[in-house]
């Protein structure tokens, strides 16, 4: 796991941009995992220019979403579907349909979730996989107690995260949904490259478990440590309660031009 600690918001987009640009540039047809939420949305803004700018192109990607909340209605802004679409697939040359989710509408479910894995695997796997990470340490929705082997499924969400996403929900917690569909911690661990991304405050302890902390099902990020090529993209506001926090700052600082994340 590398963990890089930069400057703001903008310098985490466009570090991401670069890891991301030389795969497309390398690999024209790769397969993207695409999050939601507050933590990814400089890396897309980053894309979207260089896009416009003519110096990448996802005509030939595909990407896959990390999860959907179930029951919403298919024109709800806030279903992840609608969401991704307004903050970076519309904004981009994905040919249509390249870019999958789970169906939190299926009639159902288990099978809904066992056709989303084999789609994934179906497309060759997920080259590079963007993240967050939510307070209580769940990546996708998986919440605290999740099994660190587990495949796309539901999830009934915590109250905690039910709080933290009411923000989207005009502040009312009672309006968001309590199920979800989730990619699960085994589906994530087997893309090629994982890019969690965490700002603020609020994530610096789920930050501390995730690197230095015991791997626990109590923390479901940390079975990223066991994944070969992790780069975590942290504010310093996130970072403030990494024991090794200096030593990460020396190793980036020091590392090959070429060597990228």
């Avoid at 918001?9 to 670069?18: C, F, H, K």
């Avoid at 939190?104 to 056709?115: F, H, K, S, T, V």
Wanted: net charge negative; aromatic share 6%.
């Amino acid at each position: 796991m590398e963990v890089v600690i930069l400057e703001d918001t903008q310098q985490i987009g466009t570090v991401a941009a670069d890891a991301i640009e030389a795969l497309l540039t390398s690999k024209p047809t790769a397969v993207l995992g695409l999050a939601t939420g507050s933590s990814p949305l400089a890396i897309y803004d980053e894309l979207v220019a260089r896009q416009q700018a003519g110096r990448i192109s996802f005509s030939q990607a595909r990407g896959f979403t990390l999860d959907e909340y179930v029951g919403l209605p298919a024109d709800h802004p806030e279903r992840y579907r609608n969401v991704i679409d307004t903050v970076f697939v519309s904004r981009v040359d994905f040919a249509p349909g390249a870019v999958a989710g789970p169906d939190g509408l299926a009639a159902d479910i288990p099978a809904a979730c066992a056709e989303y894995e084999e789609a994934i695997s179906a497309a060759g796997g997920v080259d590079l996989q963007i993240l967050g990470i939510g307070t209580d340490g769940h990546i996708g929705f998986n919440e605290p107690g999740s099994s660190l082997a587990s495949r796309t499924r539901i999830k009934t969400l915590t109250r905690q995260t039910r709080v933290d996403n009411a923000r989207f929900f005009d502040g009312d917690v009672d309006r968001v949904p309590t199920h979800c569909l989730t990619q699960g911690l085994g589906t994530i661990m087997a893309a090629r490259h994982v890019i969690l991304v965490a700002t603020g405050r609020n994530k610096a302890e789920a930050v501390h478990h995730l690197a230095e902390g015991p791997v626990s099902a109590m923390w479901p990020a940390t079975v990223l440590q066991h994944h070969p090529h992790v780069t975590v993209l942290l504010d310093g506001a996130a970072a403030r309660r990494l024991q090794l926090a200096e030593y990460y700052r020396e190793t980036y600082r020091s590392k090959p031009g070429w060597q990228g994340i």
